[in-house]
Structure formats: C-alpha cells, structure tokens
Nanobody, 112 residues
Framework: QVQLVESGGGLVQAGGSLRLSCAVS????????MGWYRQAPGKQRELLAT????GSTNYVKGRFRISRDVAKNTVYLQMNSLKPEDTAVYYC?????????WGQGTQVTVSS
C-alpha cells in the first residue's frame, strides 16, 4: 500500500504560478511511476505529467513540470502561467502495476 497527501493548492490570479506537493509514504524507487492528474467540474480526470522510478518524465501539459525529491519521498508539480481553465482538483497517483493509488486531491482555483 501507499498513502499520498497532496498540498499546495489555493487561489491564484491568472498568469501566476503554484507548486503542488505530493508526500508519498514509501520510497519513490519502489513505485513504477508517479503522476499528476486533474479533474475540473463536469469533466473527466486528465493526465498532466508522469515521472518514473528511474526519473524519466512525460508531459501532457507543456506549462507544467513534474519533479521529485527522493530523499523526501515527495513529488512536485510546478505550474506556470496559470489560466482560469486550469481550475480543478489536482491529484497525485502512484502506479504500482496491478494497483494504483490516489491522494485526496488539492483544489486549485485560478481567477481571471
């Protein structure tokens, strides 16, 4: 099992930046990949970025950057040039192969 706790969300003006954190209860090296997703009201959850246990990254949203601190078992999502349409609940995900785990989410609201 793994527990995930997201933090860092809040209210920000358009054009601003936020850094989200995801604290993970076990070593990042023991997890195939970590990912950040978001879900806006009335929309499906969408993938933003992933980082593998080897450190390889994949981005779906070019304005967002995923990184990690393996000593702290924490994964980050740096979000720049935020837009009102980025308003959503942001989730981190741990992919352990047959099992996947989700955090509780953190709300990001971007005002125009």
């Amino acid at each position: 099992q793994v527990q995930l706790v997201e933090s860092g969300g809040g209210l920000v003006q358009a054009g601003g930046s936020l850094r989200l954190s995801c604290a993970v209860s076990r070593s990042l090296f023991s997890i195939n990949a970590m990912g950040w997703y978001r879900q806006a009201p009335g929309k499906q959850r969408e993938l933003l970025a992933t980082i593998t246990n080897g450190g390889s990254t994949n981005y779906v949203k070019g304005r967002f950057r995923i990184s990690r601190d393996v000593a702290k078992n924490t994964v980050y999502l740096q979000m720049n040039s935020l837009k009102p349409e980025d308003t959503a609940v942001y989730y981190c995900n741990a992919d352990l192969g047959p099992q996947r785990y989700w955090g509780q989410g953190t709300q990001v609201t971007v005002s125009s």
